[in-house]
């Protein structure tokens, strides 16, 4: 895995920037082996025995829904959630703590809208006023625009510009999971009475017990998610509870439908930066006087020192 030198996130990078993985990229991996690895077992075992009965149905919808569960999983994994850039690199390293203490944090702005008041606040990591419904994410340590949380399955965040893709994920895993199950207990009660019972059989019970477990976890996340869609909210707003009462939710359309509705015409959103252009390294003549009035940075060898300047 690649890691771009001047990248101010966790990030990797594969291809010169084509691909885009967040910092617990293995757990992509892990998802796309839960995948593969019961599907082509029923492969060979289930729905070899109904290519022998001349009936390729259970084999083409399985090769379907898994070949898009794959797609939508590495779409999700490898898309800019909507990472916002993070300002001057004096301001971001690790020697600036100090610093982000000295200039202190700003209080909140508070901004009306559609009858509530939205705070914005100040991220002391990234030095940005944060746009509404954007959070930090410690694991990525950026900050996400639509952030709605950072998904241990993909290893990515879940934000504005790939909350669709996720979705996406959700709902072809959720029908894969069904359609898996059925297929592999449908083979167990058609070959009960075959005396090569436990040789045929054994693989499609495992495979049948691990996708009845991991059906209830997946299409209780996706209707998670789903109730989430349709009143307009995000995991992150959900978890603090920010809009328990459902009149004070400013982002609530007015109806469920309303909400579904607009949700499938929202614009993805165009990135905050290009993930293929190489950006200018910050060089150490670099003046960071020039961009904080009352604040003086002198350099001694490596070390940041502050000096009071008054206004």
Wanted: glycine share 6%; proline share 6%.
């Amino acid at each position: 895995m690649r890691t771009y030198r001047y990248w101010k996130g966790k990030n990797h990078f594969l291809l010169k920037g084509w691909i885009m993985v967040g910092p617990d990229w293995y757990r992509c991996v892990i998802s796309s082996l839960l995948i593969i690895v019961p599907n082509v077992i029923t492969i060979i075992y289930a729905c070899s025995y109904y290519l022998n009965e001349d009936d390729a149905g259970p084999l083409v919808i399985l090769l379907f829904l898994s070949s898009l569960s794959l797609i939508t999983l590495i779409k999700a994994a490898t898309s800019d959630p909507g990472y916002i850039p993070k300002q001057i690199v004096p301001f971001v390293s690790q020697q600036s703590s100090a610093l982000n203490e000295y200039i202190g944090c700003p209080k909140p702005i508070l901004v009306p809208y559609n009858g509530s008041v939205i705070k914005l606040k100040f991220c002391q990591t990234c030095l940005i006023f944060k746009p509404p419904r954007c959070s930090h994410c410690s694991i990525c340590d950026l900050c996400v625009e639509g952030f709605d949380h950072h998904c241990p399955w993909i290893g990515n965040c879940v934000g504005k510009r790939n909350y669709k893709d996720f979705m996406g994920f959700l709902s072809s895993v959720s029908a894969l999971t069904v359609v898996s199950f059925s297929i592999n207990l449908s083979h167990i009660v058609d070959t009960y009475d075959d005396s090569n019972l436990d040789t045929k059989t054994t693989p499609s019970i495992v495979i049948a017990v691990f996708c009845f477990l991991a059906m209830w976890l997946i299409l209780g996340l996706f209707g998670f998610h789903l109730y989430l869609v349709m009143n307009n909210m995000t995991t992150n707003e959900k978890i603090k509870g920010l809009w328990d009462e459902m009149h004070l939710n400013p982002y609530f359309r007015g109806s469920l439908w309303k909400n579904i509705v607009y949700w499938i015409y929202k614009k993805r959103g165009i990135p905050q930066f290009y993930r293929r252009k190489i950006l200018s390294p910050y060089h150490e003549n670099i003046n960071p006087n020039e961009f904080y009035r009352g604040v003086k940075i002198t350099r001694e060898y490596t070390e940041v020192s502050i000096e009071n300047k008054p206004l």
